[in-house]
């Protein structure tokens, strides 16, 4: 296959970048997405250029490192697939393809492709876990669930913290993360004692990172790889409101 | 009460304004259409309405009411554009929609504007416009009813133009805000949802094809007297 890219290239975080073109003549339709940056970073490092900085790490669609923003549209244009499950064999022959780093004030990029998602673990770090001793498991079945709750729960857990909803977003807005990182904890009864308070600080760490604010148009529904729903969005904002007239600081 | 601040000044919190303040405002769109609704029953039932709206003493508690919401939402409203707008200073080179976005849902803070300077006119226009109800003033052959003074107002071919326009906006932006705001206050389910949202849209197309119907009528009905 024979390919045009229009690369994103930015030296570091306070340089001004620019769309980069580059040809790809020899490009497999078995290979995905990052295989092919790979034969592109090759063939730059041959020549003697800086070969094009992008995030990636388990390359199965598991860990949600792989960010990138492709003919306009977050992880390219098929549902729930990541770029690294992204195969050349759905993009045509001789095709020109934009790649371009998330956009948001709050993910801001270091370099070429990559962004900083600090934001995001700050976020988790403001209350998205549970506090816990360890010690021995208890015994299976001890804390009985409902089985919807346990699948809407793991449902909101599947979110790998990629970002896509964010980039999508025509208000950058976190707000699809946000829930998700909410309802796997609210729906399950470990995540009770911490509830209200969980919901509190992480909206207030979400809005301190400047992130915009949610408009219902489901962009990031649409482009999450993991199909993380918009009724979570709606829970985040139960949680919310809960916490808000409900939870006493001691 | 620093909570209930801090709450207020929230993402969260500020949508939550938005859509309380915006259901309000789909409530008081209903009662104003039923009330313009006599303009076809008769000219005198819909002047002795009028009459009964701007005379009564509980409205004016309710217009101070209305004024203060009118200005929260479009206080909230600028406040959250702005931040949005902040929120992504680089754009993108090439961007595609993949979601439900379109161009009306993209767009509320426009449509809202032009629904903003369209009541301030409207208000202008027909509320503290030159009508009088007064039987004192029937006599006077120049003095023009509130229906007079509509019949008149739209029997310009721009006015009422204009008036179509602007409420074909409104519905436009009343089909994106009515499901947001129960989406805002946390209601969303699939055995509902699926049913609001029908609704929201029905609601639109009543109130846009309801509030055209008068200009419509009154340009049209004013051709064929003259003809
Ligand atoms: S909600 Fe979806 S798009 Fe957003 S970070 Fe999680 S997995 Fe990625
Ligand atoms: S590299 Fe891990 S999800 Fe793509």
Same mark, same amino acid.
């Given at each position: 296959?024979?390919?045009?890219?229009?690369?994103?290239?930015?030296?570091?975080?306070?340089?001004k970048g620019k769309l980069v073109t580059y040809?790809?003549?020899?490009?497999?339709?078995?290979?995905?997405?990052?295989?092919?940056?790979?034969?592109?970073?090759?063939?730059?490092?041959?020549?003697?250029?800086?070969?094009?900085?992008?995030?990636?790490?388990?390359?199965?669609?598991?860990?949600?490192?792989?960010?990138?923003?492709?003919?306009?549209?977050?992880?390219?244009?098929?549902t729930e697939t990541t770029v690294c499950q992204l195969h050349?064999?759905?993009?045509?022959?001789?095709?020109?393809?934009?790649?371009?780093?998330?956009?948001?004030?709050?993910?801001?990029?270091?370099?070429?492709?990559?962004?900083?998602?600090?934001?995001?673990?700050?976020i988790i770090q403001a209350g998205g876990f549970v506090s816990t001793k360890t010690g021995a498991p208890q015994d299976a079945n001890a804390l009985p669930i409902p089985k919807q709750d346990a699948d809407k729960a793991m449902d909101a857990a599947a979110c790998i913290g990629c970002g896509a909803c964010v980039a999508s977003c025509k208000n950058a807005s976190a707000?699809?993360?946000?829930?998700?990182?909410?309802?796997?904890?609210?729906?399950?009864?470990?995540?009770?004692?911490?509830?209200?308070?969980?919901?509190?600080?992480?909206?207030?760490?979400?809005?301190?990172?400047?992130?915009?604010?949610?408009t219902n148009e489901g962009e990031c529904e649409a482009e999450c790889p993991k199909a993380i729903k918009m009724t979570n969005i709606a829970r985040l904002f139960r949680e919310y409101y809960r916490a808000t007239f409900t939870y006493e600081e001691q | 009460m620093l909570w209930l601040w801090n709450f207020l000044r929230s993402s969260i919190g500020k949508k939550l304004l938005m859509a309380l303040t915006g259901l309000f405002f789909c409530s008081f769109l209903l009662v104003h259409l039923g009330g313009n609704m006599l303009m076809f029953v008769s000219a005198d039932a819909f002047n002795a309405y009028t009459s009964i709206m701007s005379g009564a003493q509980v409205n004016k508690v309710l217009e101070v009411l209305m004024v203060v919401l009118f200005l929260i939402h479009i206080y909230t409203s600028a406040t959250l554009t702005i931040e949005?707008?902040?929120?992504?200073?680089?754009?993108?080179?090439m961007d595609v929609s993949a979601g439900k976005r379109t161009f009306m849902s993209s767009n509320m803070f426009i449509t809202g504007s032009i629904i903003l300077i369209f009541v301030v006119f409207h208000l202008w226009g027909f509320k503290y416009g030159e009508w009088s109800n007064d039987?004192?003033?029937?006599?006077?052959?120049n003095n023009l009813t509130m229906f007079g003074l509509v019949a008149k107002s739209f029997s310009n071919v721009f006015y009422a133009l204009g008036y179509t326009v602007a $409420? +074909?906006? %409104? #519905? &436009?932006? =009343?089909?994106?805000?009515?499901?947001?705001?129960? *989406?805002?206050?946390?209601?969303?389910?699939?055995?509902?949802?699926?049913?609001?949202?029908?609704?929201?849209?029905?609601?639109?197309? $009543? +109130?846009? %094809? #309801? &509030?055209? =119907?008068?200009?419509?009528?009154?340009?049209?009905? *004013?051709?064929?007297?003259?003809?």
């Open positions: 296959m024979k390919l045009t890219l229009k690369i994103w290239r930015q030296k570091n975080a306070q340089a040809q790809l003549d020899d490009i497999s339709p078995d290979m995905s997405f990052l295989e092919m940056l790979d034969v592109l970073n090759q063939k730059l490092i041959i020549e003697g250029d800086d070969p094009v900085a992008f995030d990636n790490d388990c390359r199965e669609g598991i860990c949600g490192m792989c960010s990138l923003y492709i003919g306009g549209r977050a992880h390219g244009h098929e050349m064999r759905s993009f045509d022959d001789g095709q020109t393809v934009t790649i371009e780093p998330w956009r948001a004030k709050a993910l801001p990029v270091i370099k070429d492709l990559v962004v900083d998602r600090g934001a995001f673990d700050r707000m699809l993360f946000v829930s998700a990182k909410i309802s796997q904890l609210a729906l399950l009864p470990q995540g009770q004692p911490e509830r209200d308070k969980r919901a509190l600080a992480m909206v207030h760490q979400m809005d301190m990172e400047g992130f915009g604010n949610c | 949005n707008r902040a929120a992504r200073p680089v754009k993108y080179a039987p004192a003033a029937m006599s006077d052959p $409420v +074909i906006v %409104l #519905g &436009f932006h =009343l089909n994106h805000a009515f499901q947001s705001a129960f *989406q805002t206050l946390g209601l969303n389910h699939n055995k509902y949802t699926p049913l609001i949202q029908k609704l929201g849209t029905l609601y639109s197309i $009543v +109130i846009a %094809l #309801g &509030f055209a =119907l008068g200009p419509v009528y009154f340009y049209f009905s *004013q051709l064929n007297a003259g003809a």
